[in-house]
C-alpha cells in the first residue's frame, strides 16, 4: 500500500497530506492482463487489515483472481510514505509487513503448475527471507515443469541501500533461470556492471535469459533474442505520470505471448517478438497519459480505440 505525500516539495516530516494507492508491480502486471482481456490470477500476501482488503477488493475490481492472495490473521499490510522534493528526490519510508511473510505452503501448487506463464516482478521479494526463498524456489519448480518464466527485478534504490550487491547476486540467480527479462537501462547497468546496452545484453543472454527487453522510457525498447537486437520506438504522448508503466508493458507483453500456441517457440521469431514489443510500447505509453497505475491502466477497449486513431 502507498502513501503518497500530495503536499508539494516536503520531507515527511513536513507533510501532512496523503494519498491512499494500492501498490506492488506484480499486482499492476495481473491487473494490465485482466483489463485487456487475458486471465491473470494474483499470488501474495497481506495482512487481515483494511489496507488488505483495499488490495484485495482492487484486483477484484479489474477480474483478477484473487483466490491465492493470502490474508495474514497476524502481520499488517506492507506500507510505503513517499514524497517528492522538487530536485527530484525522494523521502521515503518503508513498513515491511505480511509479504514478507509468503511461504511455499502458502502456494496453490496444482493452480500454479496450469499456468501457462509464471511472471515474478517483486521489488521486496528478495530482501529477506522466507519471501526470498518462497521466490527463488518457485522459479526453480517452474523451470523444471518446464513452464514459460517471466522476471522483471524491479530495483528500488531506497529498498537496497547498502545492500546492492546482494540484489544482484538473487537477481542473477532468476535471471538465470528466466525465458523472458523485463529491466529498465538503469537495472541493467547495475547487474552486469556496464552502460554498454549491447555487452550488457550479452551478460544476461549468458546467464540464461532467452528474451531481453531493455526499457528506455520515450526511446522504447531495446529487445533481443540473442541472434538479434534493436531498438523498438514507442509512440509520442504528453506525459503526466509513468507510474505502472513498466508494469503495463510487461502485462501487454505477456498478454500476447500467452495467445502464441506455443510459446516457447517465439524464442527466434524476431518479427513475432517485435510486434509484441510494440504493441507493449504503445500500452505503457498510454499509462502515462493519466494518474495512477491500476487506474491508468487502459482496457482493451481503449487500446483499440487509441490504436485505430494512430
Not at 495467445?259 to 509484441?276: A, C, M, N, W
Request: hydrophobic fraction near 40%; charge should be negative.
Amino acid at each position: 500500500m502507498d502513501f503518497f505525500c500530495t503536499d508539494i516539495d516536503v520531507d515527511l516530516i513536513e507533510g501532512s497530506q496523503f494519498l491512499k494507492s494500492a501498490g506492488g508491480a506484480p499486482a499492476n502486471v495481473s491487473a494490465a492482463i485482466a483489463k485487456l482481456g487475458g486471465d491473470a490470477s494474483f499470488s501474495g500476501k497481506v495482512g487481515k487489515d483494511p489496507f488488505g482488503y483495499f488490495l484485495k477488493q482492487t484486483l477484484e475490481a479489474v477480474n483478477v483472481d484473487t483466490s491465492m492472495l493470502v490474508m495474514d490473521e497476524k502481520a499488517t499490510t506492507t506500507l510505503a510514505f513517499v514524497s517528492l522534493k522538487k530536485n527530484g528526490d525522494r523521502d521515503f519510508v518503508f513498513h515491511r509487513g505480511a509479504d514478507a511473510l509468503l511461504t511455499l505452503g502458502d502456494i496453490d501448487q496444482d493452480k500454479v503448475s496450469q499456468s501457462k506463464i509464471l511472471h515474478f516482478g517483486s521489488a521486496t521479494a528478495m530482501l529477506s527471507n522466507p519471501f526470498c526463498t518462497t521466490y527463488l524456489n518457485l522459479i526453480s519448480n517452474a523451470k523444471d515443469e518446464g513452464q514459460f518464466i517471466s522476471f522483471d527485478p524491479n530495483y528500488r534504490g531506497d529498498l537496497w541501500a547498502g545492500r546492492s550487491h546482494v540484489f544482484v547476486t538473487f537477481a542473477k540467480k532468476a535471471i538465470a533461470l528466466s525465458d523472458f527479462v523485463k529491466v529498465s537501462d538503469e537495472e541493467l547497468e547495475i547487474i552486469t556492471g556496464t552502460k554498454d546496452y549491447e555487452e550488457g545484453v550479452n551478460i544476461l543472454h549468458a546467464l540464461g535469459a532467452e528474451i531481453i527487453a531493455v526499457t528506455l522510457g520515450k526511446r522504447g525498447t531495446l529487445l533481443s533474442n540473442g541472434n538479434r537486437n534493436e531498438i523498438v520506438e514507442s509512440i509520442p504522448v504528453t506525459s503526466i505520470d509513468s507510474t505502472g508503466a513498466g508494469d503495463a508493458f510487461v502485462g501487454a507483453t505477456l498478454f500476447r505471448l500467452a495467445k502464441t500456441e506455443h510459446i516457447k517457440s517465439i524464442y527466434k521469431d524476431f518479427e513475432q517478438l517485435r510486434d509484441i514489443v510494440s504493441y507493449a510500447n504503445k500500452i505503457g505509453a498510454l499509462v502515462c497519459t493519466k494518474i495512477g497505475a491500476i487506474e491508468a491502466l487502459p482496457s482493451i477497449k481503449e487500446v483499440e480505440s487509441s490504436m485505430y486513431q494512430k
